[in-house]
């Protein structure tokens, strides 16, 4: 079984300071992780993921996050956080071993950006 | 915006109606998926289908129909549906293997059952 636990639910930070959305994950495998984000009214898009290759993973708009293995961790990180990067970041886990059915989500980090 | 696309974005019907949804990625992809997000709770799976077959079914209540007539389209038709199914809809689409793969999301349909 796996399971992915998004330790906080909302996240406020000024414009300007860092970000930092922790994500602990749990899978018998080798596992996919995978940062979404959603801004209000809209569909999920991928931030980045990663997939057993470098730990430490470059997203988009300036996004990164580094797998641990020895803390089951997965977090995303920004150095400098701007207006337009508050949406809701959903954490992800696959399991690559095959077959369907095998995404589990995270509840989501609601992020607040204050001018 | 994405390659996938879904109608309408805002739907609102009574218990008794019957409506579909529509969703249609432009990706090449071969998985799609149904999902159901409702505040303060997880994004449930629905439904999934490879290669327009259904693979997964995630106990989803029978009011809830899904069809995929071909790799690039998928539906959801919906009848006697209750308030609690209000919510947002999404629709996303994946190249299979589906762990190895992000999946594209459409931007959801918004579901109000009166």
């Known amino acids: 079984a796996q399971s992915v636990t998004q330790l906080d639910s909302h996240v406020s930070v000024s414009e300007g300071t860092p970000v930092l959305l922790r994500c602990n994950y749990s899978s018998s495998y080798s596992p996919s992780l995978f940062w979404y984000v959603q801004h209000p009214n809209k569909g999920l898009q991928l931030l980045l993921k990663y997939t057993s290759a470098a730990t430490l993973v470059k997203g988009i708009n300036g996004f990164e996050a580094e797998f641990k293995k020895s803390e089951t961790s997965f977090h995303l990180t920004k150095p400098s956080a701007h207006m337009s990067d508050a949406a809701e970041y959903f954490c992800?886990?696959?399991?690559?071993?095959?077959?369907?059915?095998?995404?589990?989500f995270g509840t989501g980090t609601k992020l607040q950006v204050i001018p | 915006e994405t390659g996938v696309t879904q109608t309408p974005r805002h739907l609102v019907m009574g218990m008794t109606n019957k409506k579909s949804l529509k969703c249609e990625q432009h990706l090449g992809h071969n998985a799609m998926y149904w999902y159901k997000q409702s505040a303060k709770k997880p994004l449930e799976l629905m439904f999934v289908?490879?290669?327009?077959?259904?693979?997964e079914n995630n106990s989803v209540p029978s009011r809830f129909s899904p069809e995929c007539p071909n790799s690039s389209h998928l539906f959801l038709h919906l009848h006697t549906l209750q308030p609690e199914d209000s919510a947002l809809y999404l629709c996303?689409?994946?190249?299979?293997?589906?762990?190895?793969?992000?999946?594209?999301f459409g931007p959801g349909t918004r579901l109000t059952v009166t």
């Open positions: 289908y490879n290669f327009k077959e259904q693979t």
């Open positions: 992800v886990v696959s399991d690559p071993s095959g077959g369907y059915q095998k995404v589990t």
């Open positions: 996303a689409s994946s190249q299979p293997p589906q762990g190895e793969g992000e999946q594209y």
